[in-house]
């Protein structure tokens, strides 16, 4: 390619995505999302060990070579239309968090099989989009109280710091105490605390790929230990989506049903006011946020969420969102969606790797830590919540509280949207209740009549 050729790709780049406009550079572009890659990539080792069938969901759960090409070929085609579409430095992968959702709770607890489970995620992300594009979106967003949003946030946290405990045997059960600590004496233990030492230490030093290099560090232990088996080869051509491509399409008629409604309705809360709290963070960071503090392009971000899960779901995944990892690549000076393009193209290398993270996927120690550290940072929300009024601490505490104790991110998500209303008819505020939550009060009353019968 000549130099003038070169030259012109390059201004085309720039006024496409607003480089210069913006401050930044192709080659910072680039190198941010690289970091964001880093930052994120553990997801390709987290997701197949909690959908796939080589994990705690044993023959419930999905073929794990699928989940993980489904899950890069997920960020992918989610991380492109974020990027080229609304020309943001944020990427895209399915959820965690959502995925536990799925996993644990819908599958595990409700017995849905996980075809069913992928057409509920394909109908929440269809409703998600039509609510992105028009102007509904702004009138749920806000209906919903800010408390019980960052209570949502961080009790999912939670949920999934007990997950990385419980499958790292540091938490263990118990019939007399339900819960006690594990054996330190076994192997697997000692090698997941471990991982979670260091990954630790590399949070704490401001590292952006920390929890992958925790990752990598958990494992080359654990290979010199034995408690981690060599992969036969690095690199192999991505394959295994015949046993889960379309499933969403085919199954979607079961998903009409009460039982689903729920499923439906918890995925799309759940995914709708991530990826906008998420977006807002990232976009601040950045200084993109108009001088009002909105948004711009909010209706194109939050499309390309809904098309990312939609065709995660599709493909053969859980839910995809918007990932707060990509803080790491804005703190490195990506500022456009070119970030976000270049975050993409190392999903598709990544995708050709299989071999390498399914060593990891398949050691539920070596995962764990990540799954703890995730949960921590999801868990900050707690310190924005107004605990010193008790009509927004009560209904935030047992959101928070619900979801580990029993299990579900949904039953959460109910209990806290139950008690929500009532406090604030005893604290006669009930003007301040929007007409949305009585509705959703409503239809979690039901869940939970239809849970006892």
């Not at 009790?155 to 405990?165: D, P």
Request: overall charge neutral.
């Amino acid at each position: 390619m000549s130099t003038d050729v070169r030259t012109r790709t390059k201004g085309r780049i720039d006024a496409y995505f607003g480089i210069s406009e913006h401050g930044s550079t192709v080659k910072r572009e680039l190198m941010a999302g690289t970091i964001t890659f880093l930052a994120m990539s553990y997801v390709l080792a987290v997701n197949p060990a909690i959908l796939g069938d080589h994990g705690v969901l044993g023959d419930k759960g999905m073929p794990t070579q699928a989940v993980f090409t489904a899950t890069a070929v997920a960020a992918v085609v989610g991380t492109l239309v974020m990027g080229i579409w609304a020309k943001y430095p944020v990427a895209l992968a399915p959820g965690m968090g959502l995925n536990a959702f799925f996993a644990y709770t819908v599958i595990l607890n409700m017995g849905i099989p996980w075809q069913e489970a992928l057409s509920g995620t394909l109908l929440s992300g269809i409703i998600f989009f039509v609510l992105a594009i028009t102007k509904v979106r702004e009138k749920i967003i806000d209906a919903i109280p800010l408390q019980m949003k960052l209570a949502v946030g961080a009790g999912i946290g939670m949920f999934v710091a007990f997950l990385g405990l419980k499958n790292a045997g540091i938490v263990v059960a118990s019939d007399a105490t339900f819960v006690h600590l594990g054996d330190f004496h076994k192997g697997t233990t000692l090698l997941a605390l471990f991982g979670l030492l260091v990954t630790v230490v590399f949070l704490v030093l401001g590292w952006h790929g920390a929890v992958l290099y925790g990752i990598l560090s958990t494992t080359i232990l654990g290979i010199v230990c034995g408690l981690v088996e060599l992969p036969n080869s690095i690199a192999a051509l991505p394959h295994g989506l015949d046993k889960t491509f379309g499933q969403a399409v085919i199954h979607l008629p079961d998903a009409f049903t009460g039982q689903m409604i729920i499923v439906v309705l918890t995925m799309l809360f759940v995914d709708f006011f991530d990826a906008s709290g998420t977006l807002i963070g990232v976009a601040n960071q950045a200084g993109l946020l108009t001088k009002e503090g909105k948004l711009e392009r909010a209706g194109q971000a939050l499309a390309a969420d809904s098309v990312g899960t939609a065709a995660g779901a599709i493909i053969g995944t859980s839910t995809t969102t918007a990932y707060v990892e990509s803080t790491a690549g804005v703190s490195a000076g990506g500022r456009t969606g070119l970030t976000a393009v270049s975050t993409a193209g190392w999903f598709l290398l990544a995708m050709f790797l299989f071999p390498l993270f399914a060593v990891v996927a398949d050691v539920p120690s070596v995962t764990a830590p990540a799954l703890i550290v995730v949960g921590v940072l999801m868990s900050r929300a707690l310190g924005d919540i107004d605990w010193s009024r008790l009509e927004y601490a009560v209904p935030a505490f047992i959101t928070v509280i619900m979801m580990p104790l029993t299990y579900s991110i949904a039953n959460g998500i109910a209990m806290g949207l139950l008690f929500y209303p009532i406090v604030m008819v005893a604290k006669r505020r009930w003007r301040e209740v929007h007409p949305v939550m009585w509705v959703l009060m409503a239809v979690f009353l039901s869940y939970f009549w239809f849970l006892a019968e």
